[in-house]
């Protein structure tokens, strides 16, 4: 993907604003992606398929720490996958406990608890904790 330049001489968008004025007018992303990955020491993978990115990491642990240590404002970040079409769920042992974006719903419980534009699934954490390992 690429984005027309908006600032001057060529720049890159300088702000999320900016970078979604960019993306306004252009097609929804496809994505395709296998990918094994580290995150912050916790091994995880990236499944792309269609309008859908996963990420599925190894325990409940792995994600709060992924959460405390986002890159990210989850605002922001919901902006982007809405203004692209995409959506990303979050995922502990194949078990979805998260979904942020443009299929996502975001639920009472996340604003109550302060996360912003996020769907939770409740049962997912406790699922994860007891799913049997393969």
Known sequence: MTATPTGQH??????????????EDRPELSVEADLDVE?????????GYDDLVALDLPSVPAAVSLWR???IDVMDAA????????????????????????DAVPS????RLGL?????VPEGPLLALT???E
Do not use: F, I
Request: charged residues 25%; neutral net charge; proline residues 10%.
């Open 10 to 23: 060529g720049d890159p968008p300088a702000t999320l604003a900016e970078l979604l004025d960019d993306l």
């Open 39 to 47: 995150l912050d020491g916790h091994p995880a993978s990236v499944v």
């Open 69 to 71: 240590n986002r890159p």
């Open 79 to 102: 902006a982007l996958l809405s203004s692209v079409g995409l959506t990303a769920e979050l995922r502990v042992r194949g078990v979805p406990v998260a979904r942020l974006g443009d």
């Open 108 to 111: 009472g419980l996340a604003r």
């Open 116 to 120: 912003g534009p996020v769907e939770l």
């Open 131 to 133: 799913r049997r390992r």
